[in-house]
């Protein structure tokens, strides 16, 4: 690999090619493989287990499970909780995006801005469909600040703009985030390993640095994670009342 931003290249597999039928796939589908895999063998486990003693898998997803619901409620209220199933798998499908990546040959999928940019596009749009569907024409006042009359002209605008900046950040914030974060990690890995080649007693001094580069970026695959799904319960938050 020459560049540190060749692993974010989408390459095509030839899987089979027979007279006129040709399977080819994209490496940017393996992470939704992956992802489907462990949501079927989790299923199974669940229905064929019936322990007294829950599993410890089972106890992580109850901690996750009641750490959403106290997010939900932090940033929504109760109103939120009726999104829990869709903010529950928003948030699973991103860590594991993410987590996936750091393995090795795996492909960052959520460093894909394209597909980043069309879930955030998804989201906001569904977003203000909701509180049109909900509140009619009234749920426009979101665009309205309470202001003087003639700094309405400016401020509206403002207020348009700013709301359909939340595309972009939400794509950009996580896309550019796990770039920046596999592109270090990737340049530290070669330098570790020209210095092996050259002396192994001076890599050790970089061993540690790199362990806990790699811990960051661990600790980051959760943490973006947690980052999109407040934004999203912030902006579900428009549809809960007018007030907002």
């Known amino acids: 690999m020459k560049s540190p931003l060749e692993q974010f290249d989408i390459l095509t597999i030839k899987i089979l090619s027979f007279c006129n039928f040709d399977l080819t796939v994209h490496n940017i589908y393996i992470p939704f493989i992956c992802i489907l895999f462990c949501i079927i063998v989790y299923i199974i486990i669940s229905f ?34 009726f999104w829990l199933p869709f903010i ?11 987590l996936i990546s750091l393995l090795p040959f795996g492909i ?10 069309w879930l955030s596009c998804t989201i906001c749009a569904s977003i203000f469909l909701i509180g049109l569907l909900r509140f009619n024409l009234k749920f426009l ?31 950009i ?40 580069i790699i811990t960051l970026e661990i600790s980051v695959a959760f943490l973006q994670a947690y980052v999109f799904t407040v934004l999203f319960c912030i902006y579900i938050r428009d549809t809960s009342s007018l007030d907002h």
């Open 48 to 81: 064929e287990i019936n322990n007294l003693i829950p599993l410890y898998v089972f106890n992580v997803l109850f901690l996750m499970y009641t750490f959403l619901i106290t997010l939900i409620k932090q940033q929504t209220g109760n109103y939120g909780l």
């Open 88 to 98: 529950f798998h928003l948030f699973n499908f991103i860590l594991c995006c993410n």
């Open 108 to 117: 960052a999928l959520t460093s894909q801005f394209i597909l980043i940019f």
């Open 141 to 171: 006042h979101i665009f309205i600040p309470k202001s003087p009359f003639l700094l309405l002209f400016l401020l509206i605008p403002i207020e348009i703009f700013s709301y359909l900046i939340r595309v972009l950040s939400l794509a």
């Open 173 to 212: 914030r996580l896309a550019a985030n796990i770039i920046a974060g596999h592109t270090l990690v990737h340049i530290l890995i070669q330098f570790f390993s020209k210095l092996l080649s050259v002396d192994k007693s001076l890599s050790f001094i970089f061993f540690l640095p790199l362990i806990f």
